[in-house]
């Protein structure tokens, strides 16, 4: 166990659907990111929050939007999804700061869209 | 802006023999931090190894150890004694310094694929 939880670990939904990911960050750790892997693909950053607030955006569609509450979990809401959102999502956290450990990764939600 | 290269897409080695994934990457910044990253099957991003740009010892974790090569921006990771179990993708990744409003970037290359041989 990382110490990243992320739910649901599998999801299958519909096209034009609405979904929502969550993901609690390891204690401590104030910044949430969001990664995209398609299938044997690397990792796209989408987006990243640091205690509350939005502090970088990677190539996240509009589609999609995420959140980071006062308790420090994170949701990703992806919308009118299509057949190509059909990906692994991670999500990842980390300290913060001058020295950096490296992120910490959640086992990611695997999304299929039919 | 940075970039990460990782230029083998995929790499074989015979078990208990020494493999080296090479990483390439190229920045204007002195003072960054370079990873690596294992994806095994499961598809659980683990942390493999951490590397300081200000520091010159090259970092070393059990097995695995980097070559870290500054000037020529390169930082490959050294993996000995090959086991099973090291199959898995093996993603390097560069963070940069932090910038004045307080973020940096986090790039990931495209991965390299580790095949075990038993």
């Known amino acids: 166990d990382s110490g990243v939880t992320q739910t649901p670990k599998h999801l299958i939904t519909a096209t034009g659907q609405r979904v929502t990911l969550r993901c609690s960050p390891r204690s401590g750790d104030l910044s949430v990111y969001w990664y995209q892997q398609s299938l044997d693909q690397g990792l796209q950053f989408l987006i990243q929050?640091?205690?509350?607030?939005?502090?970088a955006k990677g190539n996240i569609l509009e589609r999609f939007s995420a959140q980071q509450f006062p308790d420090l979990h994170s949701e990703l809401n992806l919308s009118s999804l299509e057949l190509g959102d059909s990906a692994l999502y991670f999500c990842?956290?980390?300290?913060?700061?001058?020295?950096?450990?490296?992120?910490?990764f959640g086992s990611g939600t695997r999304l299929t869209v039919v | 802006a940075q970039t990460v290269t990782q230029s083998q897409p995929e790499m074989s080695v015979q078990e208990a023999e020494t493999v080296t994934l090479s990483c390439t990457y190229d920045t204007s910044e002195s003072d960054y931090y370079l990873f690596w990253y294992k994806q095994p099957p499961s598809r659980q991003m683990i942390l493999v190894i951490r590397q300081e740009a200000y520091k010159q010892q090259n970092a070393t974790e059990n097995r695995f150890s980097v070559n870290f090569q500054k000037a020529a921006k390169s930082f490959s990771l050294k993996i000995s004694d090959s086991q099973l179990g090291d199959a898995a993708m093996y993603f390097c990744?560069?963070?940069?310094?932090?910038?004045?409003?307080?973020?940096?970037?986090?790039?990931f290359g495209t991965g390299t694929r580790l095949k075990v041989l038993a």
């Open positions: 990842a956290s980390s300290v913060d700061g001058d020295r950096d450990y490296g992120y910490t």
């Open positions: 929050y640091y205690n509350g607030e939005e502090r």
């Open positions: 990744a560069y963070r940069s310094a932090i910038g004045p409003s307080g973020t940096y970037k986090y790039i």
